[in-house]
Structures are given as C-alpha cells and as structure tokens.
Nanobody
Framework: QVQLVESGGGLVQAGGSLRLSCAAS????????MGWFRQAPGKEREFVAA????????YYADSVKGRFTISRDTAKNTVYLQMNSLKREDTAVYYC??????????????????????WGQGTQVTVSS
C-alpha cells in the first residue's frame, strides 16, 4: 500500500512556472513507475509525464514535451513536476500516481489511467492570462 500527497498547485500567469511535488509513503519499495496526470472540468483524466523509479527514465505527453520536466528524489520518496511556459490549456487538477508492476516504461502502458494502482488527492493548477 502506498499513500501519495500532491502539493505545489496554485494560480500562475501564462508563461510562468510552477513546481508540483508528490510525497510517497507506505510500501514505497513496491513502486516501479510514478506518473503525473491531469483532469480539467468535464474532460477525461489525461497522461502528462512518467518516470521509472529505479532508472529515472522519463516519458512525456506531446502536449507538454519541452515545457515540463518530471524528476524524482529517491531519498525523499518524492516525485516532482517542473512546469514552465505554462498555457491556459494546462489548467487542471493534477494527480500523481504509482504503478506497482514493471512495464519497462512502455508508452502503451504507462500513459493509461488504469495502469496505476494508487492515486493522490490532486492539486489544482490554474493558469490565467
């Protein structure tokens, strides 16, 4: 069992930056992949970025590639999402999630909501112009 708590959301103007954090506790050694997803009102939850916990390999959605950076601090059991050049389209509730099975960071697996076992409560990110 893994508990996840997101933080760092808030209001930011277009073009600005924000850093999200997700602290994990519990059976953290069971974690293979950590992912960030987001969900805007009336829309489906969509994949943003993922990182393999052991190797640090990353994968990004095309919509955020080059602007967002996912990273992890294994000593602190924390994953981060650095968001730069924010756009209005980035406004959403951002969730972190953990996958407890190996997937070799295959995009067909780690980009899917159903591939993850535990989720945080979410943190709101609002980008204004």
């Amino acid at each position: 069992q893994v508990q996840l708590v997101e933080s760092g959301g808030g209001l930011v103007q277009a073009g600005g930056s924000l850093r999200l954090s997700c602290a994990a506790s519990g059976r953290t050694f069971s974690t293979y992949t950590m992912g960030w997803f987001r969900q805007a009102p009336g829309k489906e939850r969509e994949f943003v970025a993922a990182i393999s916990w052991r190797g640090g390999t990353t994968y990004y959605a095309d919509s955020v590639k080059g602007r967002f950076t996912i990273s992890r601090d294994t000593a602190k059991n924390t994953v981060y999402l650095q968001m730069n050049s924010l756009k209005r389209e980035d406004t959403a509730v951002y969730y972190c999630a953990t996958r407890l099975q190996s997937s070799r960071l295959q995009s067909s697996v780690i980009t899917k909501v159903n591939s993850y076992d535990y989720w945080g409560q979410g943190t709101q990110v609002t980008v204004s112009s």
